[in-house]
């Protein structure tokens, strides 16, 4: 008959019921404890119990009784009337940077923008003064811009070396930087370059065509790790012939999502976002 339960039932009934409540109470109170932490970033790295509130838009009461609670377990420390990441917190951020497979996070990211714009896409680090392929996910296309794991490129040409220009922070003057020509199209001019740079910075990607190699044409965009710095550039790479004009903003929008999604599996702070 509907509607009716017998006791034994009724008890279990009751007893998921209450389970149920108390299992997902701590799940949302992670939810919260996560946009309290998220509060803190690079560029803020200390904050108010009030900025901590208005970053998460939680009740005052809330905000501080979780502030509370994580000094009192070590996530936070509190300085005066301002909170920041705790040592235990540090230690940890330590440990999963040490344990971060860059080349095997990189892959799916890779082979999802193959699979997007149809043209190899490839991740870079860099060595000195040149970068280096780290991984390709090949097109599918016969023809295509030919790009091979340890092969060792020049900073001054193509789209990867104009990123690790624009954001890394360890490398030299661009005075400094051998520029030949490897084409005519390479920009060897200090002046030059340096604009072409100040472009990448601002816009946070960069578009090359024929500058390293003739007939050929990339796309690159910055990964940031947990730190704020420049941990690699993930591109993509084509013959101009598939890279005209109409193409040229999806492929670049392309490239940026994949850079941001590989920049928050390392822990970016700011999601991937380039710094102002």
Same mark, same amino acid.
């Given at each position: 008959?509907?509607? &009716?339960?017998?006791?034994?039932?009724?008890?279990?009934?009751?007893?998921? =019921?209450?389970?149920?409540?108390?299992?997902?109470?701590?799940? $949302?109170?992670?939810?919260? *404890?996560?946009?309290?932490?998220?509060?803190?970033?690079?560029?803020?790295?200390?904050?108010?119990?009030?900025?901590?509130?208005?970053?998460?838009?939680?009740? #005052?009461?809330?905000?501080?009784?979780?502030?509370?609670? $994580?000094?009192?377990?070590?996530? !936070?420390?509190?300085?005066?009337?301002?909170?920041?990441?705790?040592?235990?917190?540090?230690?940890?951020?330590?440990?999963?940077?040490?344990?971060?497979?860059?080349?095997?996070?990189?892959?799916?990211? &890779?082979?999802?923008?193959?699979? =997007?714009?149809?043209?190899? #896409?490839?991740?870079?680090?860099?060595?000195?003064?040149?970068? *280096?392929?780290?991984?390709?996910?090949?097109?599918?296309?016969?023809?295509?811009?030919?790009?091979?794991?340890?092969?060792?490129?020049? &900073?001054?040409?193509?789209?990867?070396?104009?990123?690790? !220009?624009?954001?890394?922070?360890?490398?030299?003057? &661009?005075?400094?930087?051998?520029?030949?020509?490897?084409?005519?199209?390479?920009?060897?001019?200090?002046?030059?370059?340096?604009?072409? *740079?100040? %472009?990448?910075?601002?816009?946070?990607?960069?578009?090359? *065509?024929?500058?390293?190699?003739?007939?050929?044409?990339?796309?690159? #965009?910055?990964?940031?790790?947990?730190?704020?710095?420049?941990?690699?550039?993930?591109?993509?790479?084509?013959?101009?012939? %598939?890279?005209?004009?109409?193409?040229?903003?999806?492929?670049?929008?392309?490239?940026?999502?994949?850079?941001?999604?590989?920049?928050? !599996? $390392?822990?970016? =702070?700011?999601?991937?976002?380039?710094?102002?």
């Amino acid at each position: 008959m509907t509607g &009716l339960v017998d006791s034994g039932d009724a008890g279990t009934a009751r007893a998921h =019921a209450v389970g149920g409540s108390m299992s997902r109470k701590p799940v $949302l109170v992670l939810g919260k *404890v996560r946009q309290v932490l998220d509060a803190f970033t690079a560029q803020t790295p200390a904050l108010t119990a009030r900025e901590v509130q208005q970053c998460t838009g939680l009740p #005052a009461t809330t905000s501080l009784r979780l502030l509370q609670a $994580l000094v009192e377990e070590g996530f !936070l420390d509190r300085r005066g009337d301002r909170y920041s990441p705790g040592v235990a917190m540090l230690r940890w951020a330590a440990v999963a940077a040490e344990g971060l497979d860059l080349i095997g996070t990189a892959t799916p990211a &890779l082979e999802e923008l193959r699979d =997007a714009t149809g043209e190899s #896409a490839c991740l870079f680090v860099r060595q000195g003064d040149h970068h *280096v392929c780290v991984a390709v996910a090949r097109t599918p296309h016969s023809v295509r811009q030919v790009l091979e794991v340890g092969q060792v490129l020049p &900073l001054h040409a193509g789209s990867a070396g104009r990123v690790f !220009l624009a954001f890394d922070r360890g490398l030299p003057p &661009l005075e400094d930087l051998a520029r030949p020509a490897l084409t005519e199209h390479t920009i060897t001019a200090v002046d030059r370059l340096r604009e072409a *740079v100040e %472009r990448t910075r601002r816009e946070g990607s960069a578009v090359t *065509v024929e500058e390293r190699t003739t007939g050929a044409a990339s796309v690159s #965009a910055p990964v940031f790790d947990a730190r704020g710095e420049l941990a690699a550039v993930v591109g993509i790479a084509c013959p101009v012939q %598939r890279f005209e004009p109409p193409v040229v903003p999806s492929r670049t929008a392309e490239v940026t999502r994949a850079a941001r999604r590989l920049s928050r !599996l $390392l822990g970016s =702070a700011s999601g991937g976002e380039v710094p102002a």
